[in-house]
């Protein structure tokens, strides 16, 4: 064992989490190593046709902090990095193929990578077998409970959660069943790397503090339709609008289609707002930095809370509602950043909030908050929260706080609020659910 190299394989899909990798390093957050490689993942959903963040000049300014850059669409072509993994019969193959192709040797290989849970960062994991692994989180998913139940061999195996402090005083709930501490990157080091990015070169509009709105594509996760979602940004226009804005700047996402900006230029045009569409590529925190926006206004992007927490930017949130219901199933690992939003932000619909900038809950109130919900997500992987949520639910369930919880969900998992109070006897009446059970039997045989 002396004398072997350590390779650290640092994986990143966005040009974001490679930020957040570059902060990681330049605060010491990485052990020594003898190289440091980055793993380039493009998980587009055609991604030979979008090209992968390191080809962005933007790139240029982190490319020096790895002695190396690789491809993961490369290695395992022609299979796309989000629906493939190893069988387990061939992960030893893949080991040593691609320790071939990398240069590895013997090498003491360490990993980081972002969203465990799923491909490629997990197909990743199972390649290199017995190795550690960091987890780092560049959006608020990390607060919530893990996704799905994790292999004991991929999650014992994971050291810390690295993330940004986006919500101060709030801890990651994700990998907690594995014992897992989060670990924070220093907010100066990634507002430092931010700078860099900034100074890309990048052309952007000589816009100053204009109202900023973050368009999301929710469309492509069949959460909205393409109409509600476009109805969505026409909202955030006019609430932008009605608080006085007269300068609008749209980011779109990169997916989304052009006839959404043409609808919110027709719009603009009838209010009278002098409306700019961003059609470059570009970080939302590169504009914060640009622009210096009066008002940021989204849904729940994580960009929400960077303009918030780490450029001191005032922010409001929209639709929020409408998500908290149509979110399906219900531990859908969206549900989190939703809430924390809803349960963080001001309204844009009410004026008098988003001009105090009046905040929600707490970080005290929200942890109770968050642990009652990734309870109601997640039951099997944390029944250690049940009391938390027992406890959250009996105190703390109102008018307000019904939108964050299913009464089905909840009268599945026995918890208050699940039943109406007159009935609430039920789930532990051991006759009443043996009676249920051999009606949902006769039901389903007399379906046959």
């Given at each position: 064992?002396?004398?072997?190299?350590t390779?650290?394989?640092?994986c990143?899909?966005?040009?974001?989490?490679?930020a957040t990798?570059?902060?990681?390093?330049d605060?010491?957050?990485f052990?020594p190593?003898d190289?440091?490689?980055l793993?380039?993942c493009?998980n587009?959903?055609?991604?030979?046709?979008?090209?992968?963040?390191d080809?962005s000049p933007?790139?240029?300014h982190?490319?020096?902090?790895?002695d190396g850059?690789?491809?993961w669409n490369?290695?395992i072509?022609p299979?796309?990095?989000?629906?493939?993994?190893p069988?387990?019969d061939d992960?030893?193959?893949?080991e040593?193929?691609?320790?071939?192709?990398w240069?590895?040797?013997?090498?003491?290989v360490?990993?980081?990578?972002?969203?465990?849970?799923?491909?490629?960062?997990?197909?990743?994991c199972?390649?290199?077998g017995g190795?550690?692994?960091?987890v780092?989180?560049?959006?608020?998913?990390?607060?919530?409970?893990?996704?799905f139940k994790?292999?004991?061999?991929?999650?014992?195996r994971?050291r810390?959660?690295?993330?940004?402090?986006?919500v101060?005083?709030?801890?990651p709930?994700l990998?907690?069943?594995?014992?897992v501490?989060?670990e924070?990157?220093?907010?100066?080091a990634f507002l430092?790397?931010?700078?860099e990015?900034?100074?890309s070169?990048?052309?952007?509009?000589?816009?100053e503090?204009?109202?900023?709105?973050?368009g999301q594509?929710?469309?492509?996760?069949?959460?909205?339709?393409g109409?509600?979602?476009?109805d969505?940004?026409?909202r955030?226009?006019?609430?932008?609008?009605?608080?006085?804005?007269?300068?609008v700047v749209?980011k779109?996402?990169?997916?989304?289609?052009?006839r959404w900006?043409r609808?919110?230029?027709?719009?603009?045009?009838?209010?009278?707002?002098?409306?700019?569409?961003?059609?470059?590529?570009v970080?939302?925190?590169?504009?914060?930095q640009?622009m210096?926006?009066?008002?940021v206004?989204?849904?729940f992007?994580t960009a929400?809370?960077?303009a918030?927490?780490l450029?001191?930017l005032p922010?409001?949130?929209?639709?929020?509602?409408?998500l908290l219901?149509?979110?399906?199933?219900?531990?859908n690992?969206?549900?989190?950043?939703?809430?924390?939003?809803?349960?963080?932000?001001?309204?844009?619909a009410?004026?008098?909030?988003?001009?105090?900038?009046r905040?929600g809950?707490d970080?005290?109130?929200l942890?109770e908050?968050l642990?009652?919900?990734?309870?109601?997500?997640q039951?099997?992987i944390y029944?250690?929260?049940?009391?938390a949520?027992e406890r959250y639910l009996?105190?703390?369930?109102?008018?307000?706080t019904w939108?964050y919880?299913?009464?089905?969900?909840?009268?599945s998992?026995?918890?208050?609020?699940?039943?109406?109070a007159?009935?609430?006897?039920?789930?532990r009446?051991?006759?009443?659910r043996?009676v249920a059970?051999r009606?949902?039997s006769?039901?389903?045989?007399?379906?046959r």
């Amino acid at each position: 064992m002396t004398g072997r190299r350590t390779t650290q394989i640092l994986c990143a899909s966005t040009l974001y989490g490679a930020a957040t990798l570059a902060a990681a390093l330049d605060s010491d957050r990485f052990a020594p190593a003898d190289r440091r490689l980055l793993l380039v993942c493009n998980n587009g959903t055609a991604p030979e046709l979008s090209p992968a963040f390191d080809a962005s000049p933007a790139f240029e300014h982190l490319r020096d902090r790895f002695d190396g850059v690789l491809s993961w669409n490369e290695a395992i072509a022609p299979f796309h990095p989000s629906g493939w993994s190893p069988r387990p019969d061939d992960q030893i193959l893949w080991e040593r193929y691609l320790r071939m192709l990398w240069d590895l040797g013997e090498d003491r290989v360490e990993l980081a990578v972002e969203s465990i849970q799923v491909n490629p960062a997990l197909a990743i994991c199972q390649v290199f077998g017995g190795t550690p692994v960091d987890v780092y989180a560049d959006g608020l998913m990390s607060y919530g409970p893990t996704r799905f139940k994790i292999d004991p061999l991929v999650g014992t195996r994971v050291r810390r959660v690295l993330h940004l402090d986006l919500v101060p005083g709030l801890k990651p709930l994700l990998l907690t069943e594995f014992g897992v501490e989060p670990e924070i990157v220093p907010t100066d080091a990634f507002l430092k790397v931010l700078d860099e990015l900034g100074d890309s070169g990048a052309a952007l509009p000589a816009v100053e503090e204009p109202a900023l709105l973050l368009g999301q594509y929710l469309s492509a996760l069949d959460i909205l339709t393409g109409d509600e979602e476009e109805d969505l940004h026409v909202r955030m226009l006019r609430g932008a609008v009605r608080l006085g804005h007269t300068r609008v700047v749209f980011k779109p996402h990169p997916s989304a289609p052009a006839r959404w900006s043409r609808a919110l230029e027709q719009e603009a045009e009838r209010l009278g707002a002098e409306l700019t569409v961003l059609d470059t590529p570009v970080l939302a925190e590169v504009v914060y930095q640009r622009m210096r926006p009066a008002l940021v206004v989204g849904c729940f992007s994580t960009a929400l809370l960077t303009a918030s927490a780490l450029y001191g930017l005032p922010v409001a949130r929209t639709g929020t509602g409408l998500l908290l219901e149509r979110l399906t199933p219900y531990e859908n690992s969206n549900r989190v950043p939703v809430t924390v939003v809803d349960a963080l932000l001001p309204d844009l619909a009410d004026h008098a909030a988003v001009r105090e900038q009046r905040r929600g809950l707490d970080a005290g109130g929200l942890t109770e908050l968050l642990r009652a919900v990734g309870y109601a997500m997640q039951s099997k992987i944390y029944p250690e929260l049940r009391p938390a949520a027992e406890r959250y639910l009996t105190r703390d369930l109102d008018d307000v706080t019904w939108r964050y919880f299913k009464r089905r969900r909840l009268a599945s998992l026995g918890l208050p609020g699940g039943l109406p109070a007159q009935l609430a006897f039920i789930p532990r009446n051991a006759t009443v659910r043996r009676v249920a059970r051999r009606a949902r039997s006769l039901r389903r045989t007399g379906g046959r």
